[in-house]
C-alpha cells in the first residue's frame, strides 16, 4: 500500500535563470521614461533653433535646380545617374527589400542571437565589408562623373585620347565598343514594357531594339558592378577564413549595404548641384528656375 | 522612563496625505507607488497601457547598450507625431489654394504653430532615422534568427510605411520643396516596368502633382498609413512578447 505515495520522478520545468532577471517595475520603464524625456526635450530645442523650411509656395512652371526627392530617396535618385531608370529606381531596392526580408529564412541557426556581433570575427567583417561599400561606391561614383579621368589626367598628365574614354564615364563605352549595325534591327520584348499605359506620350508598348552595347553600360555594368562586387567581397573573406557559417556571408552584404547606401545618401543630398553635377557641398547652389535669376 | 512619542506629522506629510490618500485618487490609482516586488509586477501586469512588457525581463536587456532604445523611440515618434499632427490639422486644409497659406498662417499667427509644425517636421526625420538604426540594431545582435522571423519581415514592412508616411507628408506643404521633391519622386516610382505609369497613376491621380495627388496624400498621411502602420506595430509588439521578448544567447 506504500509503494501509491512513493513520489514518482516529475518532468520539471526548465529552471529559469530568476536570478538574471529584474523587474520592469522600475528598471525598464524608468529607463524608457528617461529616453524618452530626453529626446522630448532634444526636439524641442531643436524645434526652438530651427525652423522647417518652408519656400515659396509650389509653381509647376518654375523648376529649381536641382530638383530633388527627400534626402532618405535621394540614394535612388544618385543610382538613376548611373543606370537604367526603372532598375535604379524601383528593381533594385524591390529585390533588396525582398533580400533583407529573406535574411531570416537563410540564416536560420539561432546560435549566436542577443549579442551584439555574436561571431569570431564578425566586428573585422562588419568594419572591413563597410569600408569597401563606402570606398566602391564613392569610386563608383568618381568614375561615372569623369572625376577619375580628371584626377588621372592631373595626376599624371595623360590626357588618354579617344581610346580611354571609358575613364571619363560608363556610358562613353557605348561609343567605342563596335556594335553591328544589322543588330538594331531586331526588336526584342523590352525592359520597360507598358501595359496599363495612358496619357501623353503613351501608345501601344514601345518595342526596343537589340542593342547590346546600350544594355551592356545601362544595366550589364551596374548589375555586375553590384552583384559581383558584393560576391567577390564575400568570395574572398571566406577564402581567408574569416566568412564561416550564413550569419558571416550575411553581416559582410549587410554592412556594405550600409556603407553603400550611406554613400549614395550622401552624395545625392550633399554632392549634387545643378544638372545633379558632382561638386564639393560648399559648391552647390540651388537655383529656384527663376528665369533671369539663375 | 519617557516613552518616544511619534513626530506630528509636517506640512509635507499632510499635504501628501491629502492629495494620494483620498477617494477620488484611489478609484483612479488603485494602490500607491508599488514598492513591493509583488506589486511592480502587478502594476506591470495590470496597467493598461504597462501591459504591452513582461512583468521582469533579463538583466542584459536593461542595459542600455543592448538595444540603445530604438524600437521604443521609434514608436515614441509615432506618437508624438501623431500628437503634433493631430494639432496641425486642426489648421491646414488640402487645397492647392489654401495649403500652403495655412501653413503660413500656422506659422505666423497660431499660438505655438511654428513649434509645432517643426517639431512634426524633425521628428519625421527622426523617425526615420531611428527605424533605420532599429533594423541594424536587431540585425547586428541576431535578433532576426528563429523564433523570430518574421517578426524581422513585419519589421522591414515597417520600415517602408516609415519612409511612405514620411514622402506622402512631404508634400502637404505645398511650396516648391515640397512640389518637386514629389514630382521627382513619384517620377522615380513611375519608371517601375509594367506598372510604373499606372502607379504613378494612381498616386498622384492624374498626370502631375496637383489638387488630386494634394488629398490622396493627405488622406494617405494622416489615417490610411498611420492605421495599416498601426495594425503592423500592434503585431510587431504583439510578437515580440510571444517569441519570449528579446533575443537572449541560448
Known sequence: MATAVVARPVARPQPRARDEEVLVWPDLVFIEFIAAM????????????????LLDQANSDVTPNPSKAPWYLLNLQELLLHMNGAMAGVIIPTIWLGIMAAFPYFDRDPEGQGV??????SIKMTAVSAAVGVVGTWFLILWDSGRM?????????ISG????????????????LPWPDWAHHITYLPFNLKILDEGPGAGPTTFQHLDFVAWLVEQGIPIVAMVGLATTLIYVLWRIGWVVTRRDALIVLFSGFVGAYGVLTLSGTAFRGQGQLLQWPWDVKVSEGIPGQE | MAVEQPAKPTFADRLY????????????????YPNTP?????????????????????????????????????FFMFLGLTVTGILLMFYYVPSVDRAYLDIQNIQTTVQFGQLMRNMHRWMAHAMVILVFLHMMRVFYTGAYKPPREFNWVVGVILLVLTFLLSFTGYL?????????????????????????????????????????????????????LPLIAAIFMAVHFWRIRRDGGLARPL
Not at chain 1, 116 to 121: A, I, K, P, Q, V
Not at chain 2, 17 to 31: A, C, E, G, L
Not at chain 2, 177 to 196: E, M, Q, R
Request: net charge positive; glycine share 8%; aromatic share 14%.
Open chain 2, 17 to 32: 496625505d491629502r492629495m494620494f490618500h483620498n477617494y477620488v485618487w484611489k478609484s483612479i490609482f488603485r494602490t500607491g
Open chain 2, 38 to 74: 509583488r506589486n511592480q509586477m502587478l502594476v506591470i501586469a495590470t496597467n493598461v497601457f504597462l501591459h504591452l512588457h513582461p512583468t521582469r525581463l533579463h538583466r542584459t536587456h536593461v542595459k542600455v547598450t543592448h538595444t540603445y532604445c530604438l524600437g521604443g523611440l521609434s
Open chain 1, 38 to 53: 530626453v529626446f522630448t526635450i532634444a526636439i524641442f530645442a531643436l524645434s526652438f533653433l530651427v525652423n522647417a523650411p
Open chain 2, 172 to 224: 502637404l506643404p505645398w511650396d516648391q520643396l515640397a512640389f518637386w521633391a514629389i514630382t521627382v519622386g513619384t517620377n522615380i516610382a513611375g519608371s517601375a516596368p509594367v506598372l510604373g505609369p499606372k502607379t504613378r497613376f494612381w498616386l498622384l491621380g492624374g498626370f502631375e502633382v496637383g489638387q488630386n495627388s494634394l488629398i490622396r496624400f493627405y488622406t494617405l498621411h494622416v489615417i490610411g
Open chain 1, 116 to 121: 551584439w556581433f555574436g561571431t569570431e570575427r
Open chain 1, 149 to 157: 579621368a580628371q584626377i588621372i589626367k592631373m595626376w599624371t598628365g
Open chain 1, 161 to 176: 585620347g579617344d581610346r580611354f574614354r571609358f575613364l571619363e564615364n560608363v556610358r562613353a563605352i557605348q561609343t567605342q
